[in-house]
């Protein structure tokens, strides 16, 4: 039996669109949706410690299974009993299953019924990742949400392929729902829809996952190299249908247009390693729109980054001193870069929450896109 009841809790709807505002509880704590997961892939969002990620205002962050399985491994977090512990992180926590990153490593990896072997990508080792493999690390990280083991092909894929991938998705789903419910933990387990580009496949997906009783579900195979076109084809008519009772979650989408088209047909959470990646490689976001720090332009720049936000960086930095870290290659560079687009993207959220309970969301999606994209 699913505890969503207690788990999830829809606080405010938009009157125009399908756009709502929710609240997630845990057992580490509580989170606001809409709500954006700073990535920390291997237990640490890059150049952020967790007081600064705290001061930002995150209220929840993603891991990942496949990379803290390899390191450090399952033997060390257990002597710290969760990962909450080990990485000195006391709110809510979601781990991602690894199956992106099987994706990504493919000519390193077989996929079979059982589940997955690999080639660790650090040495070279040989490892097999069955659905239940993935729920037992995941317990031994404790994390609040986890999420289970699928499978999706590569883009392009013909349907045979998506096909395939989808009831293995499908099969793997059932197994590691198993043993989550076997385990009677305080944890909560999220579904994951596949089906590529085909709606009628994602709408099987979601048929077939939707019996099994997740706490939540995600739509995952998106971001992935799709045109912005097939990505709101799939996106649109799919978001409305995931159970309205239940927390609905976009994997790996995180440009603020995308974010903006998501929650306006449903979605709750999302994350993304753009704004901690392209932080450490110079562009940042602003209410304006990007900007690459390294541009000439910015030089002998007195101005704050964005006269508009709040963050420490732009609380105390000009824009000629941050492009002379990035242009030294200085560590606080990337520190203050991270600052800001963290707290940009948690910021954004905030804002979105608020046009939602105040039934102006449409207009806050106009008024956000035409100072971005400078209309």
Sequence with gaps: MSRSGLFFEVIARDSRCSARTGRVTTKNGAFDTPAFMPVGTAGSVKALTPSQLDDAGAQIILANTYHLFLRPGTDVIKQFTSLHRFMAWNKPILTDSGGFQIFSLQANA?????????????????FTLTPEDVVDI????????QMVLDHFATHPASRAQDEKALKLTGLWAARARERFQETKRDNFQFGIIQGGLHSDLRERSLYELAALDFEGYAIGGLSVGESLGDFQRILAPLAPQLPAAKPRYLMGSGTPEDILFAVENGIDMFDCVLPSRNAR??????????VKIKNQRYKCDQQPLDAGCDCYTCRNFSRAYLRHLFMSREILASILNTIHNIHFYLDFMAKIRYAIESHKFIEFKEDFLALYKGD
Excluded: A, P
């Excluded at 995941?138 to 949400?145: A, F, Y």
């Design 110 to 126: 077989r996929v079979s019924e059982n589940g997955v072997r690999f080639k660790s990508h650090l040495d070279g080792s040989l």
């Design 138 to 145: 995941q317990n031994v990280l404790d994390s609040d949400i």
């Design 281 to 290: 490689n110079g562009t940042l976001f602003t209410s304006r729109g990007i």
